[in-house]
C-alpha cells in the first residue's frame, strides 16, 4: 500500500519542532512544575474585563468567529491610528509568521536574520524551503548594520529582527529601526517582531508610516496582554500586504472567544499598565537573586530577563535541568555564545520565592563535575 505521497519539500524537513512545551516535560518527569518561568508568558494574566468577555462568549462557541475579525481590527486601526485595510488577525504572530513565509516564500529563496534569534520564523522559512542566512548578535543584541550589510549581497525577500529580543532581552532605539528601514535594499521586506515592545522603555517602537512596503510589524495579546493561550497576533502592514493575507490565512482561525477576550483587553489600558509594573518589578527581583547568587544579569525590556551563567552553554543546560528538577520550567538560548545565559519569565513573588529558594542549590549541583558513567 502507499502511504501519503508528500512533497518532496516536506519528505526533506527534519521531524522536529522548535520548542518543547513544559507540558511534555511534566508528563516525562511525573510531577507539574511548581513555577511556570520558562516560556515568557505573562503569570499576571489577562485583564479581568477579558476575562469576563470570554467567559461571557463561551456559551456562543457554537457560532464560528466572525472570518473577518471586524471589530478587532476596527479597534486595532483605532489604537494605533491607522485603517482596518492596514490591520491583519491571526492565530499569534507564530501563526502570521506562517502565512507570511507561505505568501513570499518558495524553495531557494533566501532570508536573513540571526545566529540564535526567535526561532519560529526560522522553521516557517524552512517549512516553506527558503535559505537561511546569519548574522551574529552584537553585544548581546541583534545587529541592524550587520543584517542590512548581509541583505546588500543576498537580496533576502525577508529579513527578520526582533525589538526587543527573544531570547537576550535587549532592544533598540525605535529610530535605529527607522534607519534600518531606509537601508533595506529593494525588495527585501523587514518582519519587525515587536512581541514584547507594550514592555520596552519608551520610544522602542520605531515609527513606520501605514502604507510603507518595506516593513510588517508583529504584535501579539500573548505577551503583555497575558493571553498567550487565546492565540491572538496582530500585523500592521501596507494595505495591498494586509490584503494579500486573505488569500492565505485561515478564515476561521480565530475563535470567537479569543476575539472577545482581545477586544476587551486592547480596551483595559489599566489592567496593562498594572502588568507593565507587575513585570517591572518582577525583572528587578530576578535581577537581585541572580546578584546574590554571584550571576549577572542582562538589562531586560520584556518579560524575561537573560541571565549570565558564567559557564558555557553546557553549564546553563545543567543549571536548567537542576531547576527543573527542584519544580521552576526555565529555558535558554540555543545557539553560542548567548547559550551562556538562562533566561527566566517574570514571575509573581510565590514563583519567586520559589526561584530564589532553589537556585543556590540548583547552581551547586550543576557546578559538581561530570563524573564519567
Ligand atoms: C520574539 C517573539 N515573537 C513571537 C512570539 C510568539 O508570539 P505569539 O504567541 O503571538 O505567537 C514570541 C513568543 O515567545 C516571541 O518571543
New binding site residues.
Given amino acids: 500500500m502507499i502511504g501519503p505521497r508528500y512533497t518532496p519539500l516536506v519528505d526533506a524537513l527534519p521531524a522536529t519542532v522548535p520548542f518543547v512545551g513544559p507540558e511534555t516535560l511534566e508528563r516525562r518527569s511525573g510531577a507539574p512544575f511548581r513555577a511556570r518561568l520558562g516560556?515568557?508568558?505573562n503569570v499576571f494574566g489577562p485583564s479581568p474585563k477579558a476575562i469576563e468577555a470570554m467567559a461571557r462568549t463561551a456559551s456562543d462557541a457554537w457560532m464560528y468567529g466572525d472570518p473577518e475579525n471586524h471589530d478587532l481590527k476596527e479597534a486595532l486601526a483605532a489604537y494605533h491610528g491607522l485603517r482596518p485595510e492596514n490591520v491583519v488577525v491571526g492565530?499569534?504572530?507564530?501563526?502570521?509568521?506562517g502565512y507570511l513565509a507561505r505568501l513570499v516564500i518558495a524553495p531557494g529563496d533566501g532570508v536573513v536574520t540571526s545566529d540564535g534569534?526567535?526561532p519560529?520564523?526560522n522553521f516557517h522559512v524552512a517549512g516553506c524551503g527558503g535559505v537561511l542566512h546569519k548574522v551574529p548578535y552584537r553585544q548581546d543584541h541583534e545587529d541592524p548594520a550587520a543584517l542590512v550589510a548581509l541583505a546588500a549581497t543576498v537580496r533576502p525577500k525577508l529579513i527578520y529582527l526582533?525589538n526587543?529580543?527573544?531570547?537576550m532581552a535587549s532592544h533598540h532605539p525605535g529610530r535605529l529601526i527607522e534607519q534600518m528601514v531606509e537601508a533595506l535594499p529593494d525588495g527585501t521586506l523587514l518582519v519587525l517582531?515587536e512581541?514584547?515592545v507594550e514592555l520596552a522603555p519608551e520610544g522602542t517602537a520605531a515609527r513606520i508610516a501605514a502604507e510603507d512596503p518595506r516593513v510588517i510589524r508583529?504584535?501579539?495579546?500573548?505577551?503583555a496582554y497575558g493571553m498567550?493561550g487565546a492565540?491572538?497576533?496582530y500585523a500592521l502592514a501596507a494595505a495591498p500586504l494586509a490584503r494579500a493575507f486573505d488569500k492565505v490565512r485561515n478564515h476561521f482561525g480565530m475563535s470567537r472567544i479569543a476575539q472577545a477576550g482581545a477586544l476587551a483587553a486592547l480596551a483595559d489600558t489599566a489592567w496593562l499598565e498594572q502588568t507593565r509594573r507587575n513585570v517591572a518589578h518582577a525583572r528587578e527581583r530576578i535581577s537581585a537573586i541572580a546578584t546574590a547568587n554571584g550571576l549577572t544579569a542582562l538589562p531586560s525590556a520584556?518579560n524575561f530577563v537573560a541571565i549570565d551563567s558564567g559557564g558555557d552553554g553546557a553549564v546553563a543546560r545543567r543549571i536548567v535541568a537542576e531547576l527543573g528538577a527542584r519544580g521552576v520550567f526555565i529555558r535558554m538560548p540555543g545557539v553560542a555564545p548567548l547559550d551562556r545565559c538562562i533566561r527566566i519569565s517574570a514571575g509573581r513573588p510565590a514563583d519567586l520565592d520559589l526561584l530564589e529558594e532553589v537556585l543556590p542549590e540548583a547552581l551547586a549541583a550543576a557546578r559538581e563535575p561530570v563524573t564519567p558513567a
Avoid: H, Q, W
Fill in positions: 516560556a515568557n508568558e492565530e499569534g504572530i507564530d501563526g502570521l509568521l534569534a526567535y519560529t520564523f526582533a526587543p529580543d527573544n531570547p517582531d512581541a514584547y508583529m504584535r501579539t495579546f500573548s505577551k498567550a492565540r491572538v497576533g520584556t
